[in-house]
């Protein structure tokens, strides 16, 4: 039975064909060795990078500074 009319397919966030974090549709393939793939695989991570140090920030800021004055 094939599928109605559904916007699913289009992949992404709830079918709305954004991928990711920064709404990125661009997909490469692992053994694809364009330079174009390779510098977007490497800011990808850069930005991966990014967002875990702010994650990280953030942890520290809310929850194991206050927790630290109040031990003085």
Known sequence: ???GGSSMGN???LGSGIFG???TT???DSKDDSTFCN???IFNLLIVFFVVIYI???VYNF???P???KRR
């Open 56 to 58: 990280l920030y953030i």
């Open 21 to 23: 974090i920064f709404g």
């Open 39 to 41: 510098i977007m695989k």
């Open 26 to 28: 661009i997909k490469c």
């Open 63 to 65: 929850f194991i500074a």
């Open 11 to 13: 992949g992404g966030v």
């Open 1 to 3: 039975m094939a599928k």
């Open 67 to 69: 927790a630290m004055k």
